[in-house]
């Protein structure tokens, strides 16, 4: 990708859990300072993908490299250069805000002298500087969350990678976790990559979107080349119709009536998911296992966020 530095490059990534191959031949290059979206539905795949990414899933060398270390064979290299936010919540009630981002500074090995100052400015960028010394049991789902993107910063990562950091809050919450990540990202230059089922996050915070869908990319772009790809795509099949009904009928022939009507509503990005995913919606019986999997775990994670 010339000159543009790339954050995270996977090449025919594949992952299997026994006979369940997650992820099947995933190619990806996120770049330097995007915020970039990976999208899909139940079961795609970008979970197993993300934590491959991440070092915490074994891959063969040369399939991800992260700021140009392979996961495989510098893994150390590319934990320093990471935060992650896991889907599973990871904040401990029974610590303070300010213990809980302390206790990640030791693990990520923040130096001694500049712990204290860097747990205060990682707390103050998530907008909870003054709730720093009550015990995180207190706090309300969003101010979870944002504890954790705290405790995510405060190794002062060049890649942030975020497992559906919304998942379970109300919109004012979702809209100031968002927001927290957009500043940090505009003062920092970090690069985002982030998971979630909100289309229309996806459409307002990402850069650009990958559609995954059975362990593959399936489309890739801005929000808004996808949208206009699935309008076109939409104005083709119109197309397709119209002459097919005019073939079909030797009036509408007559009257040269072949001009397919243009598509009065754009698609929005949940328009693009369907389009790229369709069939993984389909209700076979894995994508039923895949929503009673989905269910459990959003209502696990909403009640341990509530
Ligand atoms: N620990 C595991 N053991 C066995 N199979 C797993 C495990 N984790 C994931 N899978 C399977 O791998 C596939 C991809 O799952 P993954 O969690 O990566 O999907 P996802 O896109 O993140 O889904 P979701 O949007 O529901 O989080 C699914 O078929 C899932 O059942």
Request: net charge negative.
């Amino acid at each position: 990708m010339n000159s543009v530095e790339e954050a995270v490059v996977c090449t025919g990534l594949e992952y299997a859990f026994g006979g369940t191959l997650a992820v099947d031949g995933l190619d990806l290059s996120v770049a330097a300072g995007e915020v970039f979206g990976l999208l899909g539905p139940n079961g795609a795949g970008k979970t197993t993908a993300i934590r491959a990414m991440t070092t915490l899933l074994p891959v063969p060398s040369g399939m991800v490299r992260v700021f140009g270390h392979d996961v495989a064979r510098q893994k150390m290299a590319v934990r320093r250069l990471l935060g992650y936010v896991p889907q599973a919540l990871s904040a401990d009630s029974g610590l303070t805000g300010r213990e809980n981002v302390a206790l990640f500074a030791r693990v990520f090995d923040v130096s001694r002298r500049e712990r204290t100052a860097r747990v205060a400015a990682a707390l103050d960028a998530v907008g909870l500087g003054g709730a720093a010394d009550r015990l995180a049991g207190t706090y309300s789902g969003g101010m979870v969350r944002r504890l954790e993107l705290a405790q995510a910063l405060v190794s002062a990562p060049r890649l942030l990678v975020l497992d559906e950091p919304t998942i379970g809050l109300d919109p004012i919450a979702r809209t100031s976790v968002w927001e927290r990540i957009s500043e940090i990202r505009a003062a920092t230059g970090m690069t985002v990559l982030v998971t979630t089922h909100y289309m229309d996050e996806a459409d307002q915070y990402c850069d650009r979107v990958a559609l995954m869908h059975r362990g593959s990319i399936r489309g890739l772009g801005t929000p808004e080349q996808l949208k206009a790809e699935v309008a076109g795509e939409r104005l083709a099949a119109a197309a397709a119709a119209a002459a097919a009904t005019a073939a079909a009928s030797a009036s509408a022939s007559a009257s040269g009536e072949t001009e397919p009507e243009s598509d009065p509503v754009p698609p929005t990005l949940e328009d693009v998911f369907r389009h790229f995913a369709g069939d993984g919606m389909a209700g076979g019986p894995d994508d039923q296992t895949e929503r009673f999997r989905d269910v459990r775990r959003t209502r696990r994670t909403a009640s341990r966020v509530g």
